[in-house]
């Protein structure tokens, strides 16, 4: 199966989204759009053509060639696996948008957003809930930090703020991101992170740690954090290369009287700290709206 230029196989079967194209057995299948409970998937086997609506499990089948001229069972090469074709519908939802953090820059901008995916600017939402994925982007080098320790500085993933403010360094929830190279071998540690009336809390210790491997693989983890009475809750899974990924943690809240739908800002990713990105820095998002 590919996305855009990404190929996945299964078996001897391909599969691609977009202009891309599938083989199953003899059969070539290319999806050309779809939404949830409409999926076209176009099959080309030679000079044969089979479109398949899979909503309400509707099916229509033609060749081009001999439109209504055969029997059905000699115009229809093998379609695909229910299976493949659900997670091809799981892949055409799920929309992936870009933040770039450019040299010398604190705050990303994003690419390929939709509505609601990343979140940005004003919001009244009691948290989020998204997939990140990090690359080896975030293995970032501070060669001229502003202070001694800067390269230990927390970077942030997506977050909210809190108690009424917009500025999510006096209140405010989201997860902080680092790269460690003062360890062997260097690792990407995420933590949760909150500032509760201009105090900055994390954890002890990382929720979890990623290696370069990890970061090559490209692999997404689910992110939430929300707002919980006198608490931020933060959870973490997901699995990265076979490694089952399951974290969970809170931090104190300083206004638990604070509505959880009261207006906030909806950060991005952030690089600082106090240096600003010693070379470019990328992640990728697909959010979707929070539940509690």
Known sequence: MALGSSLVTSGSSRMALGSSLVTSGSSQFAISGGRRGQLFVQSVSMNQAIWTRSSQAVRRFSWLSCLWALPLAACSPMMPDDAVVAVAESQLLESWAQYTVNVGAHGASVSGATPGSPLSLFTTVAGRDYRFRFNPSASYVITRPTEPSDQLDWNKLPGISDCGTLDLSRNGAMFGWRWRIDLTPPVLEVTAYANNDGKHLWPTAPLFSLDAADLASDEPLSYRVWLDGSRYQFTVTG????????????????????????????SGLYFGGTSTAPSKITGHVSEIPFKP
């Open 239 to 266: 699995t990265v290369r076979g490694r089952a990924i399951s974290a969970t943690t809170t931090l104190p809240r300083s206004c638990a009287g604070t509505s959880a739908t009261a207006l906030k800002w909806a």
